[in-house]
């Protein structure tokens, strides 16, 4: 496994690789890896010749009152564990050299970028937006690997290619649990061992949706009301979001007739953790 930290270096290395005939497929992460972030590089390393993971903290996606000073950073963890996996290429850069000096140029989206996560932390698709185009314009990935964790952000990607006209296709894989349902998440490690317990709320309320909707409930008021409740009854955690919505647009549903997506956001002490789930109305699946 090689591992660079210039874009120079890296863009050298993946033109011997094109040059071979080797299609690319690009997983882009902040580190901190878990086995989330691994089933993404299996998925790459299942259907692509070359697998390059980069590791970056993207300070442009954090809030003011984010938590990009205390976000994990754990290089040397990662790269032992991309290597056992078999990664081939690893591109971990400073800031300084994915933010040059003077850099000017964002990426600004409208629709799928607003509610949700878009609303509740402003700039953050903006920044994740523009990372996103600076490492495929640098990768020229055949495919990029997202997790359905990260929900709107894959649509969000989805979007930037569509408008920009890459030539990426985008993989979604599913969402990797913990035995118990805790989403895997970077920021679990925030957890202190009652705030985990505490965290499962997320998977419960989700799993609740998904049962109530395979009963017959189609109301999303009905269902969010629900959600509420759960929440409110329990100590530790404070509902940021729910959401029921189309899961192209993430436009609002009154009623679930179709596929849809259940989106929540919760605070778990400080800590704040997104979970979703796919849903649609038994009549509804293929
Ligand atoms: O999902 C993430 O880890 C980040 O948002 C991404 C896609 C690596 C961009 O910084």
């Known amino acids: 496994m090689e591992c660079y930290t210039t874009c120079d270096e890296l863009r050298a290395a993946l033109a ?3 040059a071979r005939g080797r299609t690319i ?7 901190a890896l878990h086995e989330g972030h691994l089933s993404l590089v299996d998925a790459s390393l299942r259907e692509c010749d070359h697998t390059v993971v980069t ?3 993207n300070p442009t996606q954090f809030g003011p009152q984010e938590d990009y000073g205390r976000y994990p950073r754990t290089l040397e ?20 050299e994915m933010y040059r000096p003077g850099h000017v140029t964002f990426v600004e989206m409208q629709g799928v970028a607003l509610p949700l996560e878009g609303q509740r932390r402003p700039g ?24 359905q964790k990260d929900y709107q952000q894959s649509l969000v990607v989805r979007r930037l290619v569509a408008d920009l006209n890459l030539d990426v296709q ?16 970077s920021r679990n490690r925030y957890l202190s061992p009652q705030e985990r317990r505490q965290a499962l709320l997320l998977h419960q309320a989700l799993q609740h949706v998904a049962s109530r909707v395979a009963g017959g409930e189609r109301n999303c008021q009905t269902l969010l009301s629900e959600i509420e409740a759960l929440f409110a009854a329990a100590p ?8 029921i919505a189309d899961p192209e647009t993430l ?30 109305p038994p009549q509804a699946r293929a």
Do not use: W
């Open 25 to 31: 497929g690009l997983v882009p992460t902040m580190g």
């Open 170 to 185: 985008i993989r979604l894989c599913p969402i990797v649990r913990d035995a118990d349902g805790l989403a895997l998440s």
């Open 77 to 96: 963890e990662d790269l032992a564990a991309l290597a056992a996996r078999g990664a081939h290429t690893v591109f971990a850069p400073s800031t300084e």
């Open 124 to 147: 953050h698709f903006r920044g994740v937006a523009t990372i996103v185009l600076k490492l495929f314009t640098l990768v020229l990935p055949d495919r990029a690997y997202f997790g």
């Open 236 to 243: 530790g955690v404070r509902l940021d979001y729910a959401s």
């Open 55 to 57: 590791i970056f903290v």
């Open 251 to 280: 436009a609002p549903l009154e009623r679930i007739e179709g596929p849809a997506v259940c989106a929540l956001a919760a605070f778990v002490g400080t800590t704040r953790l997104i979970d979703n789930t796919l849903l649609a």
């Open 16 to 18: 011997q690789q094109r």
